[in-house]
Structures are given as C-alpha cells and as structure tokens.
Nanobody, 120 residues
Framework: QVQLVESGGGLVQPGGSLRLSCAAS????????MDWYRQAPGNTREFVAR???????YYADSVKGRFTISRDYAKNTAYLQMNSLRPADTDVYSC??????????????WGQGTQVTVSS
C-alpha cells in the first residue's frame, strides 16, 4: 500500500559526498516524520537524522555538521546530503517514514536500504 525506495548510494572516497533519496509512494494521506538510519553487519541500527512534519531536524552527534536532511513535500521525498564522508560512515542506509495511509492509521514504513561505502 505504501512503499519507500532509497537511492543514491554508492562507492566514494573519503572526503567525498553523496545525496541519498527516499521516495514514498502509494496510498499516502499524510507523510509525517521521516528518518534516516544506518546499520553495518553485526551492529545495531543507528539513528542518523530526522525531519519532522513541520520541518524540524535532528541529527546524531556523529554526523552533525556533515549531513543535512531535507524533504520535498510535493514529491513525498526525503533527502540526506552527506559531505566529508569517512570510512566509518560505511553502512546500509535506510529510511523510515511515519505515514497516515488509506486506512486512516499512522504507521511506520521502512525502505529496503541503499549501500554507502567510503573507501580509498
């Protein structure tokens, strides 16, 4: 009913930049908070950034000053601009959106993730 699709991942050198996109589609009546998380094999999932319905943003300490989350309300899409990338940023990045869907119920939806690899 609602799908989230991430894109924009890839292989970059340390110090490089990437912009990730998370596009929501389907029976969306209202798109609330949108988050980015990341997870490496064997590790727990880590919160990266959040943008609320009203546009307030929150960041993990590890990415403050380097990453910027934004959204395009008309396109139901969230973005994560990642600058000054480090090898420690290597992870699968997934988006999460709180959505009021066609059932008039607010639920969280997850995308499948996109791989970001930072290596020289």
């Amino acid at each position: 009913q609602v799908q989230l699709v991430e894109s924009g991942g890839g292989l970059v050198q340390p110090g490089g930049s990437l912009r990730l996109s998370c596009a929501a589609s389907g029976s969306i009546l209202r798109l609330n908070d949108m988050d980015w998380y990341r997870q490496a094999p064997g590790n727990t999932r880590e919160f990266v950034a959040r943008i609320t319905t009203g546009g307030s943003t929150y960041y993990a300490d590890s990415v403050k000053g380097r990453f910027t989350i934004s959204r395009d309300y008309a396109k139901n899409t969230a973005y994560l601009q990642m600058n000054s990338l480090r090898p420690a940023d290597t992870d699968v990045y997934s988006c999460k959106a709180n959505v009021v869907d066609g059932r008039l119920i607010a639920v969280d939806y997850w995308g499948q993730g996109t791989q970001v690899t930072v290596s020289s």
